[in-house]
């Protein structure tokens, strides 16, 4: 009795332990950029610095960033606190679900959700030789396979999407053998029901039984700064922006001496700024844009009877719908686009 109540005592430390710390929920809307994982890393830092049972990232988003994305997955699963994500229903989470959901300790999606997108989950620059871009694409998909394969999901789908891209919903999710994701929920509190009781295993070796039953998680939201930043990074809004703007400093020109649209364009221009600053922009179509503001404008000096006017409005229309890089930021379009 003595020999096996010392084993006992041994294996102790090993046993997984009860997650009673405060569990946190963070939720991402719009396309994710830098300052979107920013967001999430300070949510994870404050989960980790409080010993939080657990972090629960929520993905309401449109498109998104490659390369920060898959920095912050890293960082998830890297986490010292059990991270749950979770694509909200009826959401397209495209690449952001791909690469979350793989470096999740436990991952989850909701009814009519789905992840990934129609092209490769990877981008090499095209400079590069063969041979390095396709060690480049076998690093990417190592990682998700590992990751995967790590927390006993199916990782078939790996390969595919990295080198020519793949969409999976959460009817194949769950259907794969063995399934690709952890849970399917119908919303947060079913998810929650789900979750209690299971054990996952952080990066440091420590295992961790989740203990999420009747519990209600302290939002970490984001700060007024940081929201202010997120909305402005969406690609219609920034659009929307320019244009106003411009239509601003039109105005100040057809009635000079009012100094108030003048300072309302430019307001406007810096909000647009400052989401060009977060988001992928090919360099023409900007020029485009400028040529348009500029064509519209010279309509003020030199009337044409509509003509310019008529050329700087088809010159915005492409400008706008190639304002963004769709291998960098898929999915991160004007709305409809």
């Given amino acids: 009795m003595a020999l096996l109540l010392a084993a006992s005592g041994r294996a102790a430390p090993a046993a997984a332990q009860q997650a009673a710390g405060p569990i946190y929920a963070a939720e991402v809307r719009g396309p994710v950029t830098a300052v979107t994982v920013g967001y999430l890393q300070r949510a994870l830092a404050l989960a980790e610095a409080s010993n939080a049972g657990a972090l629960i990232i929520t993905l309401s988003?449109?498109?998104?960033?490659?390369?920060?994305?898959?920095?912050?997955?890293?960082?998830?699963?890297?986490?010292?606190?059990?991270?749950?994500?979770?694509?909200?229903?009826?959401?397209?989470?495209?690449?952001?679900?791909?690469?979350?959901l793989s470096a999740a300790h436990v991952s989850a999606m909701g009814?009519?959700?789905?992840?990934?997108?129609?092209?490769?989950?990877?981008?090499?620059?095209?400079?590069?030789?063969?041979?390095?871009?396709?060690?480049?694409?076998?690093?990417?998909?190592?990682?998700?396979?590992?990751?995967?394969?790590?927390r006993g999901r199916g990782a078939a789908w790996v390969d595919r999407a990295v080198r020519t891209g793949v969409v999976i919903d959460n009817q194949q999710a769950s259907a794969a053998s063995p399934p690709v994701v952890d849970l399917v929920a119908a919303d947060r509190e079913q998810l929650?029901?789900?979750?209690?009781?299971?054990?996952?295993?952080?990066?440091?070796?420590?295992?961790?039984?989740?203990?999420?039953?009747?519990?209600?998680?302290?939002?970490?939201?984001?700060?007024?700064?940081?929201?202010?930043?997120?909305?402005?990074?969406?690609?219609?809004?920034?659009?929307i922006l320019l244009v106003l703007g411009a239509l601003a400093i039109y105005v100040e020109l057809a009635i000079p001496g009012t100094t108030v649209f003048a300072g309302i364009g430019a307001l406007l221009l810096a909000g647009a700024l400052a989401g060009l600053l977060a988001l992928p922009v090919n360099g023409w179509a900007l020029l485009l844009?400028?040529?348009?503001?500029?064509?519209?404008?010279?309509?003020?000096?030199?009337?044409?009877?509509?003509?310019?006017?008529?050329?700087?409005?088809?010159?915005?229309?492409?400008?706008g719908a190639n304002l963004f890089d769709p291998l960098?930021?898929?999915?991160?379009?004007?709305?409809?686009?």
């Fill in 61 to 100: 988003n449109r498109g998104g960033v490659l390369a920060p994305m898959r920095l912050f997955a890293a960082t998830i699963a890297q986490a010292r606190v059990p991270v749950v994500v979770y694509v909200a229903p009826g959401i397209d989470s495209g690449a952001a679900g791909a690469l979350f």
């Fill in 111 to 150: 009814p009519g959700s789905s992840f990934g997108i129609p092209a490769p989950l990877a981008q090499v620059d095209a400079a590069l030789s063969q041979q390095t871009r396709d060690l480049v694409l076998d690093s990417v998909a190592h990682q998700l396979r590992t990751w995967n394969t790590e």
């Fill in 192 to 239: 929650l029901t789900l979750l209690d009781g299971r054990i996952v295993q952080l990066a440091n070796g420590r295992r961790v039984q989740l203990a999420t039953l009747g519990r209600t998680p302290t939002p970490a939201a984001p700060t007024l700064w940081e929201g202010l930043r997120m909305a402005l990074a969406d690609p219609t809004l920034v659009f």
């Fill in 289 to 319: 844009l400028l040529l348009a503001f500029a064509l519209v404008g010279a309509e003020f000096f030199a009337p044409t009877h509509g003509a310019l006017a008529v050329g700087g409005i088809a010159l915005l229309i492409v400008g």
């Fill in 328 to 337: 960098q930021a898929p999915g991160a379009t004007l709305a409809g686009g």
